[in-house]
């Protein structure tokens, strides 16, 4: 009775979380070791950006742990880009003592409830992709390494209308995602503050498949430019039925647009996507370059910008764990807000006194199926 007691409780505990990595967090001899939480979107239509951020996080632990300084453990556990699942996870990771901080969740929408969890419990949390408006203010233990859309999005608007001469913008988002409503209030903004003409802001929700009303509205309107705020997959699919249509201006789209998923969706459709990130695969940095060697030697893909801002992400944590000298929730924050140039594939990266990020983007524009930088 007991065997089968224990196989019951087993299949009845839930989603199960992986585990990589050895040791709790404790410090052996010159050895720190840390037990991070992992929150990420890995299953559902979004999952994408979770593959690449996990991906990115383990190819860095891996060369973290190598140097034998630091010794990461990661706990991942899959939020499915949902509030509640997010919130659940974080709450199971967070009650572990042993473990001394949390990477993710991937969604702003999601980090909009855990990142007030996280504080409540005096955790260090640090989101790699969530790019809205206030989310390091949500508290002292809230970070990001992500480029915010309020510095994304001016920079490539600016580009997009001093190449193309535009006068009249059409704007397109999603209004139930603190993400895509963020990225939204940017673009109104930037818009307005540039002098241009906004015809017609219209709306779309996350599953949503048919966008004929909104680009028949806006095609009638003949904009220059369409910005739209959009994750991928919504993204990709109103470019794909605009061009159906016989829109063919071109697009700006947000931090959910930096996803090669476009272009896997969309295919031709995501030409003249114009989007800004702070991360170009086909730099000439040596740096940059052996990152991508060993990112598609272990996973037989490109990199894409997610991927890349996970594994700063996992430096940023272990240089501060060294500087903290000990996996400790307290000391690991002061030691977060002071890190300093520390150069990753990025580039040089600083916490702002928030815990937000301050970084230039570059512009990328899709042609011929790649992302191209737009000069
Ligand atoms: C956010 C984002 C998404 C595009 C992350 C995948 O930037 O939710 O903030």
């Known amino acids: 009775i007991s065997i089968l007691m224990l196989v019951l409780l087993s299949a009845c505990s839930g989603k199960s979380s992986e585990t990589t990595g050895e040791g709790t967090s404790s410090k052996e001899g010159d050895v720190i070791n840390a037990k991070i939480g992992v929150i990420s979107y890995i299953t559902g239509p979004g999952a994408a950006y979770g593959e690449a951020i996990t991906n990115g996080f383990k190819l860095a632990q891996k060369e973290i742990n190598d140097k034998g300084e630091v010794n990461i453990n990661l706990v991942i556990e899959d939020s499915a880009g949902k509030q509640e699942e997010a919130l659940s996870a974080a709450q199971k990771l967070m009650s572990d003592d042993s473990i001394v901080a949390l990477l993710g969740p991937t969604l702003s ?25 206030g989310i390091p203010q949500i508290g002292e233990y809230v970070f990001r390494n992500s ?27 999603g209004n139930d995602d603190v993400f895509t409503k963020s990225g939204f209030d940017t673009m109104k903004k930037v818009a307005e503050d540039m002098g241009l003409e906004i015809v017609t802001i219209e709306t779309f929700q996350k599953g949503q498949s048919d966008y004929n009303a909104q680009l028949t509205k806006i095609k009638g309107l003949e904009p220059d430019l369409i910005l739209c705020s959009a994750l991928y997959n919504e993204g990709a699919v109103i470019m794909d039925q605009a061009r159906k249509m016989g829109v063919d201006v071109p697009f700006v789209g947000g931090n959910g647009f930096n996803s090669p998923q476009v272009i896997e969706i969309a295919g031709k459709a995501a030409d003249g996507l114009i989007v800004a990130t702070p991360w170009f695969g086909d730099k000439e940095n040596p740096k940059v370059q052996a990152f991508n060697e060993k990112y598609e030697a272990e996973y037989k893909m490109k990199p894409d910008q997610f991927a890349a801002q996970a594994y700063d992400a996992l430096y940023i944590m272990a240089e501060a764990l060294k500087n903290a000298g000990e996996a400790d929730r307290d000391k690991l924050k002061e030691a977060l807000l002071e890190i300093k140039d520390l150069e990753g594939i990025l580039g040089k990266f600083s916490f702002d006194k928030d815990g937000d990020v301050v970084m230039d983007p570059t512009v990328l524009i899709i042609k011929d199926g790649k992302f191209k930088v737009f000069e």
């Open 147 to 173: 480029l915010p859309e309020a510095l994304a999005i001016p920079t490539s608007i600016k580009k997009a209308v001093e190449k193309n001469s535009v006068k009249k913008v059409a704007i397109l988002y």
């Open 109 to 133: 929408t999601e980090m909009n409830v855990v990142g007030p969890e996280a504080e409540l419990n005096g955790i260090p949390i640090m989101g790699t992709s969530t790019t809205a408006e």
